[in-house]
């Protein structure tokens, strides 16, 4: 027999690591057992997210914005998004942080190396690493694992490629994030360039499309350049960092428990949202909701999502998967024809259905009108999803 915890938590990453820090703010008791792969040390991605006052991981914000670009359909807009702000976390400055704060914290107990199985048997859940065996309470997984294919949901990627740069005179706008920027040859549903400004000279610059599959290696840096070079007009720049991304973005169901008392979590629990891509926030609402339910049940009991935004994203997707109309022009009248407040309160989730029939209804009435038919024939199995 293996030794024995209260709860085990396998990765210690974003979702790994939030789990951690909201059972001990709850008060939950008992041995919490963290197992990761290797110690994280790299700046291996970024983290973004909107919110109104002080979230729990204020300290590590690296920058803010009250202001954000969006670019399209030859417009440009400069958006006043207060009370929100939009926010950087870096990775690299999370797990710092995280690995300092949990060596003080005496429930908690990480260890490092290869995960091989995880399972569930009449004397409970368990993990094996490194050939030795751990048995918890529960088990809470963040290793990912897609939703089987099926064609009655909707299967894009959100693939990006970043550069940190720094100029040779001032570029960017330090008070203002780039939130989408559409000045760009069009691939595939979506395309733009995306830029979070350190300050004038500095700044992360990334390349990003949606789309079904992903692209060579060579045209993510050949998408940056272009970007850099030909849309904002940056002559000499030196490369910093680097990072890739590929994040799912479809409306199928996650099993979240595949067995009673093993749970995922974070994207490999349906935290991602299915029309963004945006995880962080998700994240933290999802294992805050884990640790209040432990504490004050003993099991942690997940309420289900809102269906009917569960829907609207299923309508996005299917708009831009069967070409209804350009990522562009979505997005463009998304945001011209609604206060960017709305526009962010509807991505969280935080609208009644008066809003969300105002922004869907901004994309074209007759565009949205198909696409929720097209939504509701394909999740039934019906005709050819037109």
Request: with cysteine.
């Amino acid at each position: 027999m293996g030794e024995r915890y209260d709860y085990i938590v396998v990765g210690a990453g974003a979702a790994g690591l939030s789990l951690a820090y909201h059972l001990v703010q709850a008060g939950v008791e008992g041995r919490v057992l963290l197992l990761e792969r290797a110690p994280k040390t790299k700046n291996d991605r970024t983290w973004c997210f909107w919110e109104t006052g002080t979230g729990s991981f204020e300290p590590l914000v690296f920058r803010r914005w009250e202001h954000l670009w969006f670019y399209g359909e030859g417009q440009a807009l400069r958006l006043s998004i207060a009370p929100y702000a939009y926010k950087m976390i870096r990775s690299c400055d999370f797990y710092a942080h995280m690995e300092r704060w949990i060596s003080g914290q005496p429930q908690l107990t990480l260890r490092y190396g290869e995960v091989s199985r995880i399972g569930e048997d009449q004397q409970g859940p368990w993990v094996e690493q490194e050939g030795r065996v751990y048995w918890g309470r529960w088990v809470f997984s963040s290793l990912y694992q897609p939703p089987p294919p099926s064609p009655r949901y909707h299967h894009l990627l959100q693939h990006f490629k970043g550069w940190v740069v720094r100029t040779s005179g001032p570029v960017f706008d330090p008070q203002a994030a780039v939130l989408m920027d559409f000045r760009l040859p069009q691939r595939g549903p979506a395309c733009f360039g995306y830029v979070l400004p350190f300050d004038a000279q500095t700044a992360l610059v990334e390349y990003t499309l949606f789309s079904p599959r992903l692209l060579p290696p060579e045209a993510y840096d050949q998408g940056l350049r272009e970007y850099l070079e030909d849309v904002l007009g940056v002559g000499r720049y030196e490369v910093l960092e680097s990072e890739f991304g590929v994040i799912p973005m479809t409306d199928a169901p996650f099993p979240r428990r595949p067995s009673p008392r093993v749970i995922r979590i974070g994207t490999a629990g349906g935290c991602t949202k299915a029309s963004t891509g945006y995880t962080f926030q998700r994240i933290q609402a999802q294992t805050r909701r884990i640790a209040q339910a432990l504490r004050e049940t003993g099991r942690p009991i997940l309420p289900p999502g809102s269906s009917r935004h569960a829907l609207m994203d299923s309508v996005l997707l299917h708009l831009l998967e069967r070409g209804y109309a350009p990522g562009e022009r979505v997005f463009s009248r998304l945001f011209r024809k609604n206060p960017p407040q709305r526009v962010l309160r509807f991505l969280d989730e935080a609208t009644g259905w008066l809003e969300d029939l105002q922004v869907m209804a901004s994309v074209d009435i007759p565009v949205f009108a198909r696409a929720v038919l097209g939504t509701l024939l394909r999740r039934w199995g019906v005709g050819a999803w037109r």
